[in-house]
């Protein structure tokens, strides 16, 4: 009797056959695109950790040379070096150390004539930054044992028709072990810092350097295996320190590729012993497998097919349990639900590179926003530093840091609430008094423009998160009020009302009403409106038309109403006003996270 006589050894043949046939190709299919998706995901990485790093690097440095600057500018300091005595010079060195919080700092004269020095660094500074007829504010590198040491060195002169020039002040920072460690936490990757051919520091062992070393001359992302592993390497040339062939200082990135990667090993190990046992187990149990395989087989083709239609992929193969079922269809399904769990993970660690990327982005924002405020509060400072100062300047520069503080603080609080996930407390809540809590916080110190409250006193309790909502609400009562000042200060009213029909109403009004068992809360303004062209952007992260605005009030509105399980709508008509509508259930139940 031929083996492919009867038919059931004929379907057992084909499924066998069909199945390692299929599960061949998709080891081969999944493998050689997971593996390259992965690998050029690492790469990606590699470059945007390299672009965060350098960033960073070249504004820790601004950062210094505007310290230098400001500190070289100082009467007193320009007072102590004209006298060229080290005696005098020396205790502003050390004190102006500690306020820049600088490794070193060496105040040298005319002449190169070295007047005071701080800082336990052993380490001399070049000729080059010692010339005090050089006018320009010059960087330089040094290797250390601790490290590489960044030298930015002003010019210290008394202006006039013709400068006097005084002298320099070169101040010192380490790119050492703890700076590295705390780029590793920024980027996610290993740093190391190195120049003159050796690494200086690292987050790495101190075994591993001599091994890493070569891959500072690489033009390109590089491969090296330290111990047992392999990492990519990424160098990149330190800004104003020369080309690393020539011994300049570089910034050296790595990530684990074996690390990264490991996911694809167990992928490949589980769909090779699926292929084994199904192998073996067809052969045992051929009849069985015949006779069982279709109902398996049927579900486990469904739920490829729900994660194909729907990208779900979270979505797992249970298959009933008897004792005639067939282990090869149950294996199958096991491989089919590891697959989806590794593709997922997968997609996971890529959200993270994204959340990574979005952090390089988050950060620009944040220095642009944060450096107008810190600019206006150090002439505020250069004010008070004055000997003679009078009240009124003494008020103004007071009241400048007062707001300068106040805008960083709410920049601060609007880039940490919009960044981390939203963990809701609710519990029983009187929404009519929430909104009065809002417009108290929204026109705290502001009586330029008016706000109605329209409460409906049968409003009952609702189930809610106080205290988001009232963050929401006061995002959303800042920029009505924001809107309708234009409106004031083009001479609408100095009480903040604007002839509506024949009577005077407010520019603002805040509304509540219970609407078919929902909560509705309305703020309706007469402001200038928004811009058609704006209004698709108006829930964009960081997009704003206010000079002093973080772009964040809106798109952290809407998260919180929409986690509540609510809606938030906003309509605006240009020179006319704006309305937004907050359509919130009576009992929230927010997804977990």
């Known amino acids: 009797m031929r083996l492919t006589a009867s038919l059931t050894n004929r379907v057992f043949l084909a499924c066998t056959l069909l199945a390692t046939l299929s599960l061949g190709v998709a080891f081969y299919f999944v493998d050689e695109r997971a593996s390259a998706a992965a690998e050029a995901e690492l790469r990606r990485g590699l470059v945007d950790a390299g672009t965060l790093v350098d960033r960073h690097a070249a504004t820790r440095t601004d950062q210094f040379t505007r310290l230098a600057r400001v500190v070289a500018d100082l009467p007193k300091l320009k007072a102590a070096v004209e006298t060229g005595d080290p005696p005098t010079v020396q205790p502003l060195a050390d004190q102006y150390r500690a306020e820049i919080n600088a490794d070193l700092l060496v105040l040298t004269g005319k002449g190169g004539r070295l007047l005071g020095r701080a800082g336990d660094v052993a380490a001399d500074v070049p000729p080059t930054l010692r010339d005090a007829q050089l006018t320009e504010e010059i960087s330089a590198f040094q290797p250390h044992g601790r490290g590489v040491l960044e030298l930015v060195s002003v010019p210290i002169f008394l202006e006039g028709a013709v400068p006097d020039m005084l002298g320099r002040l070169t101040v010192g920072f380490f790119l050492d072990d703890r700076l590295a460690a705390e780029f590793r936490d920024l980027t996610g990757s290993e740093i190391a810092f190195g120049a003159e051919g050796r690494i200086l520091a690292s987050t790495l062992p101190a075994a591993s350097r001599s091994s890493l070393a070569p891959a500072m001359h690489a ?163 250069s004010t008070l530093r004055r000997e003679r100062v009078s009240s009124s300047e003494l008020r103004e520069a007071v009241a ?51 706000v109605a409250l329209d409460l409906d006193p049968a409003m009952p309790v609702v189930i809610t998160d106080a205290e988001r909502l009232r963050t929401a609400l006061v995002n959303m009562l800042t920029n009505a009020r924001h809107a309708v000042s234009a409106v004031v200060r083009a001479g609408t009213g100095t009480d903040g009302r604007t002839a509506v029909g ?92």
């Open 400 to 450: 400048d840091i007062d707001e300068e503080t106040t805008r960083l603080n709410r920049i601060v609080s609007d880039v940490l609430d919009f960044a981390r996930p939203i963990r809701f407390e609710l519990a029983d809540t009187d929404v009519n008094e929430i909104c009065r809590a809002s417009v108290e916080a929204a026109w705290a110190g502001d009586r330029s423009s008016a």
């Open 502 to 593: 024949d009577a005077a109403a407010p520019l603002v009004r805040l509304r509540t009403r219970v609407l078919n068992g929902r909560v509705i809360i309305t703020i309706q303004d007469h402001g200038v409106g928004i811009a058609p062209a704006d209004m698709p952007h108006i829930f964009d992260p960081y997009f704003t038309t206010r000079r002093a605005g973080t772009g964040l009030g809106l798109p952290i509105a809407r998260n919180i109403v929409e986690g509540l399980g609510g809606t938030l709508q906003v309509s605006s008509r240009p020179g006319e006003g704006t309305e937004v509508r907050l359509d919130l259930p009576r009992s929230a139940a927010p997804p977990q996270a």
């Open 219 to 381: 033009a390109s992302v590089a491969s090296v295996t330290l111990g047992s592993e392999e990492y990519l390497v990424l160098a990149r040339p330190l800004a104003g320190g020369g080309p690393a062939a020539s011994g300049g200082p570089v910034a050296l990135i790595l990530r684990s590729r074996t690390e990264r990667l490991q996911f694809l090993d167990a992928i490949r190990a589980g769909l090779v012993g699926v292929l084994i046992v199904a192998l073996l187990l067809a052969t045992l149990l051929s009849y069985g497998v015949a006779r069982t395989m279709t109902r398996p087989l049927s579900a486990i083709t469904t739920a490829m097919r729900d994660v194909a239609a729907t990208g779900d992929l979270s979505r797992k193969v249970t298959l009933e349990s008897h004792a005639w079922d067939d282990e090869d269809a149950r294996t199958l399904a096991a491989a089919f639900n590891t697959l989806t769990e590794s593709i997922a993970r997968f997609q996971r660690e890529a959200a993270q590179k994204e959340r990574l990327s979005s952090l390089g982005r988050l950060s620009t924002v944040i220095a642009h926003e944060v450096r107008n405020p810190l600019m206006i509060i150090r002439a505020s400072l």
